[in-house]
């Protein structure tokens, strides 16, 4: 990748959402939301429309981005099952932090962590500077960037929103008990929950819902075919069984106001770091990095929270722009996966070796603009409910039990995932190349 102005090895900014899908941006076609930070990154580098998590659950996907493996391959496919995995400790040496310390880069964590039990951001080779994820972590790393000069730096700051949404659901159904824990140990995700579902002032009630709250999706209806292990999983869960069956459309809707003003809460902290990072004077030496962990399903198939395979929650935002990104405003269609392609990409940004048995790939030639680079066919996805892989048109979900465990949507044909194409004769040789794909990549073939 090439250097900045000065000729030093380029800063690395990765700015990290949760739950944001990659549709939450204005930039990405969505209207009831204003994003101009998350839109400026795009104007600037390259936005991916086909980036993928490697786990639609929020530890899972963080443990990938900091190691760049898949966590199935440690026993980690759900928030709980970090105490129990055992890691080797040689993954946790290669990770980002450790890389980038050894070749001479100051690296600074700030804001959410969720790593497997007994990590921490020190552990993986960082400088903890900011335990918050909100309005004070903006501010710390404002305060850090202007002070970082004599180094090349790598620079990650994990910011909670728009996870708040989550609490709108299971405070929704929770009993008295539990809505008296929510209030001890969660005021500040209810505070801004309150916030974000509040009509705003002065506007009637009707006036609302007629013109400024947010339709419903297309794809509001459950598949007719939908595997029956997404909805075992919500009853394992059931303040996600009940949003399903209760909310009418009108909560629904408001739900989906609600992410959208938590969106535009966490674009506001980014721009406050890229006012900063402009401030500073390193923006032209700065490669900066904006993902999230996973989606959120915003009420698509009467779904919210995560874990399933549908686009909403495997999808996330990747934007990348700085010095040797040239596709500046342009698009990358191709599947990556941001779990395994951004610690190389990382890496190679850096000038420096990864470790050499990873599977994912650097995406400095897509960012280049290399016309004739040849790039992997498959994103692998898993989760605690199945596995899943996609050519970014095509998607083969292979579930783990019920009825309807294998799952073929065409996203040309059906962007909404209401069909399953499994036995449609005109895919049968797509299908055999996917089911094999599937095998291959979650094998590290």
């Not at 994820?133 to 305060?143: F, K, M, N, Q, V």
Request: proline residues 7%; contains cysteine; charged residues 30%.
């Amino acid at each position: 990748m090439a250097s900045g102005k000065t000729g030093k090895r380029p800063n690395i900014l990765l700015v990290v959402s949760d739950q944001q899908g990659a549709s939450m941006m204005r930039c990405a076609g969505t209207r009831h939301l204003r994003t101009p930070a998350m839109d400026r990154i795009a104007g600037q580098g390259l936005r991916f429309t086909q980036a993928w998590c490697s786990n639609p659950m929020c530890l899972p996907s963080r443990f990938s981005l900091v190691t760049g493996r898949m966590g199935g391959e440690f026993g980690i496919l759900h928030n709980d099952d970090g105490p129990d995995a055992e890691i080797p400790d040689e993954i946790r040496q290669g990770a980002l932090g450790w890389q980038l310390r050894r070749a001479g880069y100051r690296t600074l964590w700030g804001g959410k962590e969720h790593l497997p039990a007994g990590w921490t951001p020190e552990d993986l080779g960082f400088e903890a500077f900011c335990r918050d994820d909100r309005d004070e972590l903006a501010g710390a790393c404002a305060e850090v960037l202007r002070g970082l000069h004599e180094r090349p730096f790598c620079l990650v700051a994990c910011f909670i929103n728009p996870h708040d949404i989550c609490y709108m659901a299971i405070r929704d159904f929770a009993d008295e008990e539990r809505r008296r824990q929510l209030e001890r140990h969660s005021s500040d995700e209810l505070r801004e929950l309150d916030a974000a579902l509040a009509i705003p002032p002065g506007m009637a009630r009707d006036e609302f819902f007629a013109w400024h709250c947010p339709p419903l999706p297309d794809n509001f209806d459950i598949p007719p075919e939908e595997p029956e292990a997404i909805s075992r999983m919500q009853t394992r869960s059931p303040f996600k069984r009940l949003a399903r069956e209760r909310y009418d459309e009108e909560r629904w809707r408001l739900h989906r106001h609600a992410y959208a003003r938590l969106t535009e809460r966490v674009d506001g902290q980014v721009g406050r770091i890229l006012e900063a990072l402009e401030g500073s004077g390193a923006a032209d030496e700065t490669l900066v990095i904006f993902t999230s962990d996973h989606g959120e399903m915003n009420a698509s198939h009467r779904m919210e929270h995560k874990t399933a395979f549908y686009n909403e929650a495997a999808r996330v935002p990747l934007l990348i722009a700085g010095p040797g990104v040239r596709r500046r405003g342009a698009l990358e269609n191709r599947p990556v996966s941001i779990g395994l392609d951004l610690l190389p990409t990382i890496c190679d940004t850096a000038g420096v070796a990864p470790p050499p048995d990873l599977r994912g790939r650097s995406l400095r030639p897509l960012l280049e603009g290399r016309a004739a680079v040849s790039w992997r066919e498959l994103a692998p996805v898993e989760s605690e409910i199945g596995r899943m892989v996609t050519d970014g048109r095509h998607k083969y979900m292979l579930y783990n039990e019920g009825s309807g465990r294998e799952q073929l949507v065409d996203l040309a044909a059906d962007p909404g995932e209401m069909h399953n194409a499994l036995r449609d004769p005109q895919y049968q040789e797509i299908l055999k190349g996917l089911r094999r794909g599937l095998e291959e990549a979650l094998a590290g073939r």
